[in-house]
């Protein structure tokens, strides 16, 4: 009879083959089995008579050790040092030393960073640093600041600048990494984030353009940082600057009139009266006739302290965008209404 409790079983079950397998030194034929991983040297080996049952074994505890001080509890599962930096120059694969409590800690600290820190990788560091802090200034993306950085390096490395003011090398390759990431900034907000005349930018920026077309090799060598390109590095266009103005502007539907005043700027290089006109002040017109056209209307003022020139200069522009109104302005803009328009 079947013991109370006991839980049903078939003959099935009964006769099941079990297929636990268990590793046994075949000479001790000890169970269970005496036998300790060697992870040294990857070895299966048994305790009592030292037979090795099998090698290549996969070592199953954690991959890293700790180095933080037991007493302090702290759990510290870092392994490796940090990542190659390849704006730094070196093999960056020292030890480092940290600043700590003790006399002889800090005296190793501050001696460790005299032989380490070299004049060229100061310099280097200090570009960095003020190339982040005024790019984050005017909310350039990270991807913009590493561009400006491996140009100035490139630079750096080929002693280019040497002896100009570093503030004006800085805007050149802040200036010429904005092109070619395709966010472009004018000389004049260039000049009004890094106080460097227009002129010595200008200067600056004709050097960088014609060292990166001589050194295509190195601009588009395999590295971290996305390819530089030398052949992106065309003036700022009116379509390009109406975006930023427009959110400048405060619209109550940005993207819209963002979207009709690039087509109305790109449609304003058929006028031929604003031809050699400043993009600046044909983007500031087009976006002045556009708020007027979609019954948004902002004041030649208001656009002039965003776009940055005078108030007459975009009256000059849009009255010759409004002598061509009937050709510029398009039916499919839904809500446009030419009559909208003011003489001046």
């Known amino acids: 009879m079947k013991p109370p409790g006991a839980p049903d079983t078939t003959a099935e079950d009964n006769y099941r083959e079990n297929l636990n397998t268990r590793m046994m030194c075949p000479d001790c034929r000890e169970f269970p089995p005496n036998l300790i991983e060697e992870f040294s040297s990857g070895d299966m080996v048994c305790a009592s008579c030292g037979l090795v049952l099998g090698d290549k ?76 802090q005024l790019c984050d200034a005017i909310n350039i993306s990270k991807t913009v600041q590493d561009s400006a950085k491996h140009i100035f390096k490139l630079t750096d490395d080929a002693k280019l600048f040497k002896g100009k003011p570093q ?7 802040i200036f010429i990494a904005c092109r070619q990431a395709d966010v472009p900034r004018t000389f004049r907000e260039i000049f009004a984030l890094t106080k460097v005349s227009k002129k010595e930018i200008g200067r600056t920026f004709k050097a960088l353009e014609k060292f990166l077309q001589s050194n295509q090799e190195a601009n588009t060598s395999r590295s971290l940082l996305h390819s530089l390109k030398s052949d992106n590095t065309a003036s700022t266009s009116a379509p390009q600057l109406c975006a930023r103005y427009c959110s400048g502007l405060n619209f109550n539907n940005p993207h819209l009139m963002e979207k009709i005043s690039k087509q109305l700027a790109e449609k304003s290089s058929s006028v031929k009266d604003l031809a050699g006109r ?63 328009l003011p003489a001046n």
């Open 167 to 173: 503030d004006a090398v800085i805007a050149g390759c």
């Open 57 to 132: 074994i996969i070592d199953t505890r954690s991959e890293w050790r700790t180095f933080a001080n037991d007493d302090q509890g702290n759990d510290d599962p870092s392994r490796v040092g940090d990542a190659m930096n390849p704006l730094l120059n070196g093999s960056q694969l020292e030890t480092g030393i940290a600043f700590g409590e003790g006399m002889r800690s800090r005296e190793l600290h501050r001696a460790q960073s005299r032989l380490q820190n070299d004049k060229a990788t100061k310099g280097l560091l200090s570009a960095y640093r003020e190339i982040s």
């Open 278 to 340: 400043s993009p600046l002040s044909v983007a500031a017109a087009c976006i002045y006739m556009t708020s007027h056209l979609m019954g948004e209307p902002r004041s030649s003022k208001d656009i002039a302290t965003v776009a940055g020139v005078s108030d007459g200069t975009i009256k000059t522009a849009y009255r010759f965008l409004y002598q061509a109104r009937e050709r510029l302005v398009e039916s499919s803009w839904k809500g446009a209404d030419i009559d909208k």
